[in-house]
């Protein structure tokens, strides 16, 4: 069976795209095609004009890091650090100065409402928060494009419908925060992508 097939699309820089389609359509499948997560059988993915498929693993690793946020579905926190230490952990594993990238991830926590939670652990976490703390780190890094699976799963956070504001620019707390805020240089345009059961988009962040 084939996940995807004869799938041919461009978003440009500071834009954003959703794409529609029932469980199981193939939504998550095309968001980690434009993560670099899986690799296609056939056919090409250019990100800031670099294509994927030429590069080496240790490359596609470093640009995945650098490059490209994701906001996993089950949002992939890890369990035995505080929110404050997942939210720095991706600028930190960049090669920043620890206590940079997490007075970094401080501001990224109290963007998305998280400031009374930065020292719990996951498992203290509503599904809600776990959400805002997984958009907080997708951001940490300023990434060129960010990519979300299912970011409305979770009552709790007003980030938009799809359809509706997400499309035309998001929502709630990521809206608020606009892509990577004082973590970013100046002048770089924003973007962010969103995938609900039934909705997926992406926004990408041009210079």
């Known amino acids: ?50 294509e994927l498929s030429r590069l080496s693993d240790d490359v596609l690793t470093r640009l995945r890091r650098d490059r490209i946020g994701v906001i996993y579905q089950f949002f992939n926190l890890i369990s035995t650090l505080t929110v404050r230490e997942n939210v720095a952990l991706p600028a930190e594993l960049a090669g920043r100065p620890a206590a940079a990238a997490r007075a970094a991830a401080d501001r990224l926590i109290d963007e998305v409402d998280l400031g009374a ?19 907080a780190r997708a951001l940490a890094i300023a990434p060129a494009l960010v990519l979300a699976d299912e970011p409305d799963r979770q009552p709790g956070l007003a980030l938009g ?12 707390a990521a809206r608020r925060h606009g892509g990577a805020g004082d973590a970013q240089p100046r002048g770089r345009r924003r973007a962010r992508a969103w995938s609900s059961s039934t909705t997926a988009a992406w926004w990408t962040i041009g210079r």
């Open 117 to 135: 939670r930065r020292d719990a652990r996951p498992h203290a976490l509503s599904g809600g928060e776990m959400q805002r703390a997984a958009i």
């Open 161 to 172: 419908r799809p359809g509706a504001g997400a499309a035309a620019g998001g929502g709630g």
């Open 1 to 50: 069976m084939r996940a995807l097939d004869g799938v041919s699309l461009t978003v440009p820089q500071g834009q954003s795209l959703a794409v529609t389609g029932r469980s199981g359509s193939g939504k998550s499948t095309l968001l980690n095609l434009a993560a670099g997560i899986d690799v296609p059988t056939s056919g090409q993915i250019w990100i800031e004009g670099t």
